[in-house]
């Protein structure tokens, strides 16, 4: 049992590159949760999904795409990176809402220049 | 605009004592509370939780103790052990966040020996 998984570990882009942040679990949860940690920040939610098919935006969700078209993976999708997307990303899984214990990835380092 | 504030960057506490971590918040209709615990490369892991039909939640050496009325929560450990130096996450939940989690900056906890 993996539980969260997420790659890659580290990355640097260009400003307008795009790239996709892998995630996946395999526990069978139904939610699934995009992070980005930022100095003196808390996390602040991205993107969310309550099961397969099924996408929303969080609180800064501009400059991403997502989409779980099954219950293991959720990619997270950069269009045009910029440096204010220069973050620590986390994904993250609960059983069925966010409030049930989520489960996080080990994360992924961000650098944009 | 914070709606789950964490004051105080950092704590040191000695070991054996008690470390008592706090949070605020600002919003009335968050009724789910959580905190999660971070070590370094690491993603969160969930400690413990609290309902605001509550006051107190006791999960081992960690107590969650809620104030709705000064909209302030707390966690205590006790006794507090090497291990628990890490970055300590307060989180809430509500009607109005659509119940995901709001998330505070967090609270670097550092055990002496």
């Known amino acids: 049992n993996a539980g969260v998984t997420q790659t890659p570990k580290f990355q640097v882009l260009k400003t307008g590159q795009s790239m996709t942040l892998q995630c996946a679990q395999d526990m069978n949860h139904e939610y699934m949760s995009w992070y980005r940690q930022d100095p003196g920040m808390g996390l602040r939610l991205i993107h969310y999904?309550?099961?397969?098919?099924?996408?929303d935006q969080g609180e800064v969700p501009n400059g991403y795409n997502v989409s779980r078209s099954t219950t293991e993976d959720f990619p997270l999708r950069l269009l045009s990176a910029a440096p204010s997307q220069t973050s620590v990303y986390f994904c993250?899984?609960?059983?069925?809402?966010?409030?049930?214990?989520?489960?996080f990835g080990p994360g992924t380092r961000l650098t944009v220049l | 605009d914070q709606q789950v504030k964490q004051n105080s960057p950092s704590l040191s506490v000695q070991e054996g004592r008690i470390s008592i971590l706090n949070c605020d918040y600002t919003n009335s209709m968050f009724d789910y509370f959580l905190w999660y615990k971070k070590y370094p490369a690491e993603g969160p892991t969930f400690l413990i939780s609290?309902?605001?039909i509550k006051d107190k939640n006791e999960d081992g050496r960690f107590t969650v103790f809620l104030n709705k009325s000064a909209k302030h929560l707390s966690l205590h450990i006790v006794p507090s052990q090497p291990g628990d130096s890490a970055v300590y996450f307060c989180a809430a939940s509500g009607m109005d966040s659509n119940y995901q989690l709001i998330w505070g900056a967090g609270t670097k906890l550092i055990i002496k020996p």
């Open positions: 999904s309550v099961g397969a098919g099924i996408t």
């Open positions: 993250a899984s609960s059983y069925s809402l966010p409030t049930d214990t989520q489960y």
């Open positions: 609290i309902s605001s």
